[in-house]
């Protein structure tokens, strides 16, 4: 049974930091890309970062390249992303996928206010 569990989550200032953690199971991890996705309040969901499954490839959606960073761990099976200079616009919940596994976890909330 595949399973994503997302965490790390919650309310941080403008310019501050969090990571977040994604831990997968229930398929092969470290033969499937990773994506993070973001839905913002009122807004449908958005892709915003995609790492291989080596590790070694990266892309992010331009409002967040330069200040976000996923990443991966296969032995232990997680994926991160690490959001710096965080904004409000950034508000939302955070979800990770496993590129081409039809599932989806139940997120992460992410605030970034004063």
């Known amino acids: 049974q595949v399973q994503l569990v997302e965490s790390g989550g919650g309310l941080v200032q403008p310019g501050g930091s969090l990571r977040l953690s994604c831990a997968g199971s229930?398929?092969?991890?470290?033969?499937?890309?990773m994506s993070w996705f973001r839905q913002r309040p009122g807004e449908g969901r958005e892709w915003i970062a995609r790492?291989?499954?080596?590790?070694?490839?990266?892309n992010y959606v331009d409002s967040v390249r330069g200040r976000f960073t996923i990443s991966r761990d296969n032995e232990a099976e997680i994926a991160y992303l690490q959001m710096n200079n965080l904004k409000s616009e950034d508000t939302g919940v955070y979800y990770c996928?496993?590129?081409?596994?039809?599932?989806w976890g139940q997120g992460t909330q992410v605030t970034v206010s004063k």
């Open positions: 996928k496993a590129v081409g596994v039809d599932f």
């Open positions: 229930g398929f092969i991890f470290r033969t499937v890309a």
């Open positions: 790492i291989n499954s080596f590790g070694t490839d990266t």
